[in-house]
């Protein structure tokens, strides 16, 4: 499974930070999107993303 991290400022500023992780087929079945609350940090949910993988 391939892992990446990417970080951005929006237009305002704003510092915005998202994982990615694929698998190394070559056509996925799926896509699927994480979001998290507030206080929470998106690696908390890494082991999701392995089992999709």
């Known amino acids: 499974m ?3 991290e990417l970080k951005w400022k929006s237009r305002d500023g704003l510092e915005l ?3 990615v992780w694929e698998p190394q ?3 996925p079945r799926a ?3 994480l979001v ?3 206080g929470e940090h998106s690696s908390r ?3 999701v993303a392995e ?3």
Request: charge should be neutral; include cysteine.
């Open 31 to 33: 896509v699927v999107c």
């Open 25 to 27: 087929v070559v056509s």
């Open 51 to 53: 089992a999709f993988g």
């Open 36 to 38: 998290h609350g507030v």
């Open 45 to 47: 949910y890494a082991h």
């Open 2 to 4: 391939k892992h990446e």
């Open 17 to 19: 930070f998202a994982q």
